[in-house]
């Protein structure tokens, strides 16, 4: 594998999308080097994931059962984990930074509930300029240190118009739109320790932790502030247009962010359970008009993502509990 610049992500390892070796086959050019395109799935062999997982496993002294993967302005969630043991990204070997703001950048692995659990503090988007692979590269790491179930946290835009700000939306379903053009984590040579070469996608979200996190919304009183519903994920960094959401409101789509979908994607390859839940920080405008309310922005995802932070705590916390009591 080529080791050269042209290969690094943002900030990342030297795995990136495309490569130009001078040794290199049958490639196009560019300034006289040879262009090699390198297959999503190629990123990170097997090899390289269990090496980082080795990393975490043996620096924590854990072998995590649950994986949670925190959204923008979200981050607390790993901050309720006990005794956590933590890892900047910077400092694990082939791990990619993150660059948004309202996502840390680091691994927090501890207890929680009575379960071992590792936290992602900030997630990798498509937009940093990582392939998808490498957005959800960390979800294999977590198969490999023991993780059996993902909770994969958003922020999202609502775009049914009975949800409100400050709603939490439950995942059933997704629209992959990135898969829509082409785009996918699982590109390229298919390795079978991880999964099948033809994964299928029904019934990805976890019915048993749907209902289970519905009666613990009743408990906790705010039954009136969770929906079920449909997310779908765009390549982002900019905002959809009214087109755009109106396209997505007559596709069945609930809620819009540009991350999360892929990460599913690469949980139920390697067969964990997943459970999925967006904020809903932003009303998504379906018509026109002159508001400049209408206009959404990373400030506002992340203020009233704040405002939310204890509910979706307790949320993740009581599930987990639920899932750790029934597993002992
Ligand atoms: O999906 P998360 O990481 O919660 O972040 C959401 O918030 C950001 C936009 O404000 C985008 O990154 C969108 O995906």
Known sequence: MCSRDCCSGPGGSNRGNTCTD??????GSLNGEKIIPTPQSLLYPYEVIEEIADFIVKGSG??????IICGSGLGSLADIIQDPKIFEYEKIPNFPVSTVEGHAGRLV???L???????MQGRFHFYEGYPLAKCSMPVRVMKLCGVEYLFATNAAGGINPRFAVGDIMLMHDHVNMLGFAGNSPLQGPNDPRFGPRFPALVNSYNKDLINKAIEIGKAMGIE???????????????YETIAELKALRMMGVDAVGMSTVHEVITARHCDMKVFAFSLITNKCATEYSDKKDDEANHEEVMAVAKTRQK???????????EIHLASA
């Open 109 to 111: 692995v501890g207890t």
């Open 224 to 238: 009136s502030n969770i929906h079920v519903g449909v997310y779908s994920c765009l390549g982002g960094p900019n």
């Open 22 to 27: 001078k040794k290199g086959g049958k490639a």
């Open 62 to 67: 854990m072998r995590p059962k649950i994986g």
């Open 311 to 321: 509910a979706c705590c307790e949320l993740v916390a009581r599930l987990i509990r």
């Open 113 to 119: 509930e009575g379960a071992t659990v590792m936290a």
